[in-house]
């Protein structure tokens, strides 16, 4: 390709409203730019890089036995009617009428409409397992898009569901898929763990998520530095959103437990140290998470406590309001992600940690409309919540360390949480109709294509791993209105690309310095400078990545690349 008949329209200056290093890249290198909040545009670039990741993500996904189909992004709302998740899902779906006055939404995933096809095309164990996946443009009202392609409002994900008739045959090919994934990501060249991550809203029991390593990451990861074990130390809501009807998570009246604990009581039940307890709760909050402390009965200690973490970011609620922002009782035990960007903690956590903060006297303290055994089960989210730094791993084989991850892929065991609320049944070999077991693997194709630019760069600008380049070289003759230097890259430009190299060839008539600020800008692997020894059949060859140059003869150049 050359320069002058392509769109790449870079820049100098550093975007105003991009404060991480992809972002201001990739807009600088003029991959993508901003069409809307959290929408953008990918420009030639760009669309190249992210056509060499959707080749990955399809050979691999083929090689794994799943098929590729693609399904409507318009989804009418029966669907999500049926499934239950119109009425849970929130502001995140992007809902409309179309001028019949029906109810739509733009799929933010696809758990329905493939549930709605398979349901309606495969009647027998015999035609299971399947699996299928697509790769498409995804909508998500996202409260605070941000991070250019990290979290946007449509991006676009690869989404792949598999059906089953028996629990052994989803382990296998959630191993598979989970294999494909390490493959990925892997390719891509991403420094990346795979993590046990938390059931969310999804439903479902078994889940990993495959997080790159990065600061700028919005997860927060534990992980052995001596073993595999790592998890995303997301707190595994509780009463977060529920995915059937309030009635069945809820419990069906309040009850007043008479229940009184002292501290160590308390902290004995949650396996835990109210240091413990403090510290890993401010270690989860993020600047702009409001932490909602569910008032007791001790008014005295809310002020101290208060000042004890950043101001900002506390609310004091009694139990009625928290009631009122939760539309339930307190049913749990410790801090509860339980809408986005509100974390309460319940009555006798706080306690505890007025306790330890404003060093409190021993009194009681007890659980308010909680049944223990009734409301939460305490095994499901403990063990990640008091996770700490330095702590032995809970596989006994390492150290705990912390580190920031980005979300780049997640694969998940549905169950039969879809199939049974939307009549997804196979006869099986008696004839007996049986729910299907899911399973769902989503990766995110545009947030991939950002996370490798946000570990591949330096000070002059982006550094393309040689799979994912847009292109594999830059072709840039110095002076275009020298008439050798014009021919010699034209010749080699014809050669290269012959030889099956794809080749951007900066053919502009601008200065050198422009030419190369660019170059390095854009951050193709390798260089092909064609200047003024061009009259002695001389090129210069320069790695973008280690800046190692060499002097090759034009004659020898194809053959150096091979
Ligand atoms: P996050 O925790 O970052 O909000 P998620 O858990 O809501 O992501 P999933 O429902 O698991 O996302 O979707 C599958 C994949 O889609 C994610 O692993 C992520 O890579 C990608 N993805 C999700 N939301 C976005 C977004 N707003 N912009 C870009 N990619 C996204
Ligand atoms: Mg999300
Ligand atoms: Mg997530
Ligand atoms: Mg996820």
């Given amino acids: 390709m050359k320069q002058s008949q392509?769109?790449?329209?870079?820049?100098?200056?550093?975007?105003?409203?991009?404060?991480?290093?992809?972002?201001?890249?990739?807009?600088?290198?003029?991959?993508?730019?901003?069409?809307?909040?959290?929408?953008?545009?990918?420009?030639?670039?760009?669309?190249?890089?992210?056509?060499?990741?959707?080749?990955?993500?399809?050979?691999?996904?083929?090689?794994?036995?799943?098929?590729?189909?693609?399904?409507?992004?318009?989804?009418?709302?029966?669907?999500?009617?049926?499934?239950?998740?119109?009425?849970?899902?929130?502001?995140?779906?992007?809902?409309?009428?179309?001028?019949?006055?029906?109810?739509?939404?733009?799929?933010?995933?696809?758990?329905?409409?493939?549930?709605?096809?398979?349901?309606?095309?495969?009647?027998?164990?015999?035609?299971?397992?399947?699996?299928?996946?697509?790769?498409?443009?995804?909508?998500?009202?996202?409260?605070?898009?941000?991070?250019?392609?990290?979290?946007?409002?449509?991006?676009?994900?690869?989404?792949?569901?598999?059906?089953?008739?028996?629990?052994?045959?989803?382990?296998?090919?959630?191993?598979?898929?989970?294999?494909?994934?390490?493959?990925?990501?892997?390719?891509?060249?991403?420094?990346?763990?795979?993590?046990?991550?938390?059931?969310?809203?999804?439903?479902?029991?078994?889940?990993?998520?495959?997080?790159?390593?990065?600061?700028?990451?919005?997860?927060?990861?534990?992980?052995?530095?001596?073993?595999?074990?790592?998890?995303?130390?997301?707190?595994?809501?509780?009463?977060?959103?529920?995915?059937?009807?309030?009635?069945?998570?809820?419990?069906?009246?309040?009850?007043?437990?008479?229940?009184?604990?002292?501290?160590?009581?308390?902290?004995?039940?949650?396996?835990?140290?109210?240091?413990?307890?403090?510290?890993s709760l401010l270690f989860k909050l993020d600047e702009e998470d409001v932490l909602v402390l569910v008032r007791g009965d001790h008014e005295v200690n809310d002020i101290k406590l208060k000042n004890a973490f950043n101001a900002k970011n506390v609310e004091l609620a009694s139990p009625e309001d928290t009631e009122k922002v939760l539309g339930c009782s307190i049913g749990s035990l410790g801090p509860v992600q339980c809408k986005e960007n509100i974390k309460i903690i319940a009555d006798h956590a706080i306690k505890a940690m007025v306790n330890s903060v404003c060093g409190a006297n021993e009194e009681g303290y007890h659980f308010i409309h909680v049944n223990v055994e009734k409301d939460f089960k305490v095994d499901e989210f403990i063990d990640i919540r008091t996770i700490l730094e330095g702590d032995p791993s809970p596989d006994g084989k390492g150290t705990i360390r912390f580190a920031k991850g980005i979300e780049v892929g997640h694969v998940f065991k549905l169950g039969t949480r879809y199939s049974e609320a939307m009549g997804a049944t196979y006869l099986d070999e008696n004839g007996k109709a049986q729910p299907m077991i899911m399973g769902c693997y989503g990766i995110g194709v545009s947030r991939t294509v950002a996370a490798i630019a946000e570990q591949f760069n330096d000070d002059r600008g982006l550094i393309w791993p040689k799979q994912i380049s847009p292109y594999d070289l830059h072709l840039i003759p110095v002076n275009m209105k020298d008439e050798t230097q014009r021919t010699v890259a034209e010749e080699l430009y014809e050669a290269l690309t012959e030889s099956r190299f794809q080749v951007l060839m900066d053919d502009r008539k601008e200065r050198a310095g422009v030419k190369f600020a660019d170059s390095d800008l854009i951050g193709l692997p390798i260089r092909v400078t064609v200047g003024k020894k061009a009259s002695e059949g001389i090129v210069e060859v320069k790695i973008r990545n280690s800046g190692e140059v060499l002097e090759v003869n034009r004659n020898d150049l194809v053959a150096t690349l091979h």
Avoid at 90 to 117: K, Q, W, Y
Avoid at 167 to 186: C, G, M, T, W
Avoid at 239 to 252: A, F, M, N, R
Wanted: aromatic share 10%; proline share 5%; glycine share 6%.
């Fill in 6 to 279: 392509t769109l790449i329209p870079t820049m100098r200056e550093v975007p105003a409203d991009a404060d991480i290093k992809s972002h201001q890249l990739l807009l600088r290198a003029g991959f993508i730019r901003q069409s809307a909040s959290g929408v953008y545009n990918f420009l030639p670039l760009g669309k190249r890089v992210l056509n060499k990741v959707e080749e990955i993500v399809r050979e691999e996904m083929e090689a794994a036995g799943a098929v590729e189909i693609l399904m409507p992004t318009l989804q009418q709302a029966e669907l999500w009617q049926e499934s239950g998740r119109w009425y849970t899902y929130g502001p995140e779906l992007m809902r409309f009428h179309d001028r019949h006055n029906r109810e739509f939404a733009l799929g933010p995933t696809h758990e329905e409409v493939i549930t709605s096809i398979v349901r309606d095309e495969i009647k027998s164990y015999k035609r299971l397992p399947l699996t299928l996946y697509q790769i498409q443009t995804k909508f998500r009202d996202e409260k605070r898009p941000r991070f250019g392609l990290l979290r946007g409002r449509e991006f676009i994900m690869k989404d792949a569901y598999s059906f089953h008739t028996s629990p052994d045959s989803l382990d296998e090919v959630y191993q598979k898929l989970f294999q494909a994934y390490s493959n990925i990501f892997r390719r891509c060249g991403l420094n990346f763990r795979a993590v046990i991550a938390d059931s969310g809203a999804m439903g479902g029991k078994d889940t990993h998520e495959f997080m790159v390593l990065s600061e700028v990451g919005e997860d927060t990861i534990a992980y052995s530095d001596t073993s595999d074990y790592a998890a995303n130390i997301e707190m595994a809501p509780v009463i977060t959103q529920y995915e059937k009807s309030d009635e069945e998570v809820l419990p069906k009246e309040k009850v007043e437990t008479p229940h009184v604990k002292t501290i160590e009581e308390v902290c004995s039940f949650l396996k835990t140290t109210p240091e413990k307890c403090i510290k």
